[in-house]
DNA sequence: CGCTGAACGGATCGGCGATCCGTTTATCCG
DNA sequence: CGGATAAACGGATCGCCGATCCGTTCAGCG
């Protein structure tokens, strides 16, 4: 890739990040140009599509997110570690604004730029949730479907400004509904 | 109101019935007008804005889930009260298609056409919470607006096509983790 | 250096919600 | 019944959006 294209590519995620976390996942594409000094074609040369443009930002953190699933996995407690992740999912999600509605489409959609890293992402939960199943801290009729649905829904909660005050306590309900305390034989 | 007018009026609102059901609460006000054969301006000199539309469309729903609410309020079980208003808010949401964000923004901005009728049906809920609270049957530390929170979580659910599959399943684990089965004194 | 293809961005397109304003018409009253 | 009048109408227009086109510029290599 030619300098300059890596420097207007580079400034464009930046300007994205703020503009994302700021503004949400709807933000003006023309503006965002703006703010990156570059014209709009630039912007839609590098990144094709919004969802383009939102799969570069966000990739990195949902590996991060999988790579912790996969530590947690080796940690000691099934349930602990369970409950570790999905904390750590849903307060990720308040890093951007609106990127719950995203995550939900790019798992229904296999065209999606971002379906690859949800599914993957769901697969590492699914993990975590059959160790405490086995372990029998987790209720055994949810599959990772299910779990990552219930991130989601917490996660959207987190994002709707009348709803954010409550999202803390509900995480905590939805979690005692998840987890069902320590085996009972 | 002249006749024509109201001839306008009835004929808009059916055919946003039709259309908010099929396409969602985004459906382009052109295209509406188009279907019912009048100009744009006509569409929005009855209804100035989105909002003002889908408060049209939307409030007999609400009062009827209102009145609902106050007639299990007066019936045998407060569990089963409570558990068949939730079971009915949430399968009205299916109705129409992208009606949660729109009650979620509604609550927030009281200046919001649909503000009142929101917070009336969050305050109806809440009577019934409190009332299986009393009765010890539903778990203590909620309040009115987290339950409202929690509908509206799960109306989402039902609202994306790729959680949607799923959503029934989730209705009994979250509703599970606001009942808390009969009073145990 | 000079060439050349990659990268750039202004201009343009169709669609959106909103607004303006000249035309039509339902309704009322003489 | 017929004319006045205000209400209702809708085409045209505005500023915004994302997307695309295409002539211009310039980075990088031989």
Redesign the pocket.
């Known amino acids: 890739?030619?300098?300059?294209?890596r420097k207007?590519r580079d400034q464009l995620l930046t300007v994205a990040r703020e503009a994302v976390a700021e503004q949400g996942v709807d933000?003006?594409?023309?503006?965002l140009a703006r703010r990156a000094?570059?014209?709009?074609?630039?912007l839609?040369?590098?990144f094709?599509?919004?969802e383009a443009l939102l799969d570069a930002l966000l990739r990195t953190s949902f590996e991060e997110l999988t790579a912790r699933a996969e530590e947690l996995a080796a940690s000691g407690s099934a349930e602990d570690a369970l409950l570790a992740w999905l904390r750590d999912c849903v307060s990720w999600t308040t890093t951007y604004r609106g990127v719950t509605v995203l995550m939900a489409a790019a798992i229904e959609d296999p065209d999606s730029a971002l379906h690859a890293s949800c599914t993957t992402l769901r697969a590492a939960g699914a993990r975590l949730l059959e160790r405490a199943q086995a372990a029998g801290t987790a209720r055994g009729d949810l599959d990772g479907d299910e779990l990552f649905a219930l991130i989601a829904a917490l996660a959207w909660l987190g994002d709707q400004p009348s709803f954010a005050p409550s999202a803390g306590h509900l995480f905590e309900v939805v979690a005692s509904a998840i987890l069902t305390g320590p085996a009972r034989v």
């Open positions: 890739m030619r300098a300059d294209a207007n933000t003006s594409m023309r503006d000094g570059v014209g709009l074609a630039t839609l040369r590098h094709p599509t919004r």
